[in-house]
């Protein structure tokens, strides 16, 4: 059975960094894109950034474009999101999600099934 878990997240303060993992297992495909998702308090869940195994560049929100930097391990499965330059904005729990339709990123929200229980990222002085 797929199972994604998240690890790296905590406490930090405005300008700090983190890095933010997740692991996948279950499954032996190459062929998945994995996206990272964050919902704050009262607000909406946001695509924050999004990789696959295809080859293309990742994808990132506006918001974090030039501060979040997200990577695959294809052999081990996991996948990374480093967060620098990090604002009180960006308090969420961070969620990472499995495509197993596209390898590209192509695929809308709803092509994600598979969810982690989520990370908590909190930026406060």
């Known amino acids: 059975q797929l199972r994604l878990v998240e690890s790296g997240g905590g406490s930090v303060q405005p300008g700090g960094s983190l890095r933010l993992s997740c692991q996948v297992s279950?499954?032996?495909?190459?062929?998945?894109?994995i996206g990272w998702f964050r919902q704050a308090p009262r607000k909406a869940r946001e695509g924050v950034s999004c990789?696959?195994?295809?080859?293309?560049?990742?994808i990132y929100a506006d918001s974090v474009k030039g501060r979040f930097t997200t990577s695959l391990d294809s052999a081990k499965k996991m996948v990374y999101l480093q967060m620098s330059g990090l604002k009180a904005d960006d308090t969420a729990v961070y969620y990472c999600?499995?495509?197993?339709?596209?390898?590209?990123?192509?695929?809308?929200?709803?092509?994600?099934?598979?969810w982690g229980q989520g990370t908590q990222v909190t930026v406060s002085s």
């Open positions: 279950g499954f032996t495909s190459d062929y998945y894109s």
């Open positions: 999600a499995a495509d197993l339709v596209n390898d590209d990123c192509s695929g809308g929200a709803n092509e994600y099934h598979d």
């Open positions: 990789i696959g195994t295809g080859g293309s560049s990742a």
